[in-house]
């Protein structure tokens, strides 16, 4: 591998599936301005891409030479795009509406070496939520606490989050954050991790 990998992300399972893959890399967060890209009618989806790929082009102009993997998800419900919760009195709100429903989850990532996009994707995954009891909600809630604050559905597929769904459409990866097959594909493509 020519030059350091870098993720340009603070999220805790971006981190996990890239170690878990075998890579070896550092992390940079970025102060991109999410809420500058995301105006009125942009697409959800393309909103994924456009932000991972603005996270690693912030980082990469800090580290010439490096691999930098940006990452970003969105969340598209009921016609509209649903932003991390502030508390999780917000986050109750938002599983209630979305219960018995279904919402499309946007993972979007970006490879940039030296200013450069060299790729960027996006992959989405439908999430068919149960309709959960109140009870169950209060539990979910009480046992995840403010870990669900750093997560775009206010759930963590991972833990407890599973038993929020009865069916999803998508790679359990796009689920996590990254479309992580693409992603892979394009590191063996630019030379960033052996073929």
Sequence with gaps: MSGPLVLASGSAARRAMLADAGLTF?????????????????????????L??????????SVPGAWVIGGDQTLAFDG?????????????????QMRGGTHALHSGAA????GEVLWSGVET???????????????YL???????????GSYRLEGLGAQLFERVDGDYFTVLGLPLWSLLAALRRAGAIAS
Excluded: H, N, Y
Excluded at 43 to 48: E, M, R, T
Excluded at 80 to 86: D, E, F, P, T, V
Excluded at 142 to 152: I, R, S
């Design 26 to 50: 550092t992390v940079r967060t970025s102060d991109v301005d999410e809420d500058a890209l995301k105006t009125s009618g942009v697409d959800p989806a393309d909103l994924a891409r456009r």
């Design 52 to 61: 991972a790929e603005a996270k690693a082009l912030a980082v990469s102009a």
């Design 80 to 96: 509209g795009l649903i932003s991390k919760a502030r508390s999780l009195d917000e986050a109750r709100q938002r599983l209630t």
């Design 111 to 114: 490879l940039v070496r030296d």
């Design 125 to 139: 995954a439908s999430m068919m939520m149960r309709d959960i009891s109140d009870s169950f909600l209060d539990t």
């Design 142 to 152: 009480a046992t995840e606490g403010d870990a669900l604050l750093a997560c775009v």
